[in-house]
């Protein structure tokens, strides 16, 4: 099992960055995923997950508006899309797969990546 996740970086407060995680070793389509973040000294925060297919999806309050999470089944891929960033969305970014169904935000999860690190500068 290997969740690849990538497409951080650094980027001005305002900006934009698209993470992509591709999966493997997992059938893809029958997992929620889900993305967590992990700033410097502070615990794993929730941000967004989906359902099995894209038409369920939660978001974390300080990023609902600004961030758009979305799956492509096709290509074993989930998305993060990142608009008007802000300097406290810092952290590291990490996608994670679970067999349990999408019913509200949760950090459970049965596989995680690896974390891709994205730093906004004010």
């Known amino acids: 099992v290997q969740l690849q996740a990538s497409g951080g970086g650094l980027v001005q407060a305002g900006g934009s960055l698209r993470l992509s995680c591709t999966a493997s070793g997992f059938t893809f389509s029958k997992f929620g995923m889900s993305w967590v973040r992990q700033a410097p000294g502070k615990e794993r925060e929730f941000v967004a997950n989906i359902g099995r297919t894209e038409m369920i999806t939660y978001y974390a309050v300080s990023v609902k508006g600004r961030f758009a999470i979305s799956r492509d089944n096709s290509k074993n891929t989930v998305y993060l899309q990142m608009n008007s960033l802000k300097p406290e969305d810092t952290a590291v970014y990490y996608c994670?797969?679970?067999?349990?169904?999408?019913?509200?935000?949760?950090?459970?999860?049965?596989?995680w990546g690896q974390g891709t690190l994205v730093t906004v500068s004010s």
């Open positions: 994670a797969a679970s067999t349990r169904p999408v019913v509200g935000p949760s950090t459970n999860a049965d596989y």
